[in-house]
DNA sequence: GTAGCGTAGTTGAAGGCTTGACTATTCCGC
DNA sequence: GCGGAATAGTCAAGCCTTCAACTACGCTAC
């Protein structure tokens, strides 16, 4: 993490100079931030894995496909919209499609496209999930949090998109 | 159904009858927090690994044996530090072996214990990567958000802490 | 129509992480 | 001391992610 260690008055060329070295409220704040997202996500996952037998990442996938009409989207922008590579959206997808959740069809519009759609079988593992995963996020964040904080998180939240956020 | 094996010390979550589902609010909350996170943290990986071939994993081991008197640890409370599981920590401490930049020493007090130590090398290592992860932090979080969104951060960060958190 | 370039998506190898089993050691009650 | 339970750490198998090719198609200009 921000270790505090002195470093000497040799320039490494994308951080040039001493940088600004975070005080003791930055420590503070930045490690909480960590731990917690950390923590929060790791204990999501689990939970939903263990009682569903589905990850988070493959949740998010089958969310995605879900939401749209036709339940079905190309595989570049489900890959954008679940914050995945493109490699590693296609193999997800691969393992999705054994267990019958989602399958492929050529994209009539661009030869070189590709839908991924989502199944009834995966639809319906989609309605089994939602209610665990939703109890744990309330049972691990917003159960945790007075309205002003659930405010902070999404004005905090938005803010760090608009930087980070797609393009 | 699943045998439910609690590692942590934590209630077990129940998810009876009709879940209470996130309103817009909380839905947008929830999104814009783990989107952010789930940026935000890909981001300062990515660019400490590429700046300095060493991952956020690896940088993290390496603070918490630098912050130690001796710059040494046993090995399980510095899986603990690192929110890492035992056996995680153990192939990631040989791989920084392999690089020579920690060692493993019998324990004294326990011969069932080992210690990790940081080397000279270790620790010049990290003194070189230092800079460049407080750059990304500072870029990326703390240039983005005012004096009362830093402040948000850590009180969310720590309320959530005291729910997830170790012991 | 075809050359050249950019885009969409897949693949395979390499390596990291997780789970569960396993060894070795210590602790504790007798 | 001794036997059983608990603790520390490692290891192997399998899954997941990344990286760097690689295939296939579309677009534009000539």
Redesign the interface.
């Known amino acids: 993490?921000?270790?505090?260690?002195?470093?000497a008055p040799q320039d490494?060329v994308?951080?040039p100079g001493?940088?600004?070295?975070?005080d003791a409220?930055?420590q503070?704040?930045?490690?909480?931030?960590?731990?917690?997202?950390?923590?929060?996500?790791?204990?999501l996952d689990r939970?939903l894995t263990?009682?569903t037998g589905i990850s988070h990442a493959y949740y998010e996938i089958l969310v995605a496909l879900s939401e749209t009409e036709g339940r079905m989207l190309r595989m570049s922008e489900l890959a954008d919209r679940c914050?995945s590579s493109r490699s590693r959206l296609s193999h997800a997808v691969s393992r999705l499609e054994e267990r019958g959740w989602v399958r492929r069809q050529i994209c009539p519009e661009d030869g070189r496209g590709q839908l991924a759609v989502l199944t009834d079988e995966g639809f319906a593992a989609l309605e089994a999930a939602?209610?665990?995963h939703?109890?744990?996020?309330?049972?691990?964040?917003?159960d945790?949090?007075s309205p002003g904080?659930?405010?902070?998180?999404?004005?905090?939240?938005?803010?760090?998109?608009?930087?980070?956020?797609p393009r």
């Not at 904080?149 to 939240?157: H, N, P, S, T």
Request: a negative charge; hydrophobic letters at 45%.
């Open positions: 993490m921000t270790a505090r260690v002195s470093v490494p994308e951080f001493e940088p600004r070295w975070l409220d930055e503070r704040a930045w490690r909480a931030w960590l731990y917690s997202a950390q923590l929060l996500m790791d204990r939970e263990h009682e914050l939602a209610p665990v939703v109890g744990s996020v309330r049972a691990h964040l917003f945790q949090l904080q659930v405010e902070a998180m999404r004005d905090l939240g938005e803010t760090l998109l608009r930087h980070l956020g």
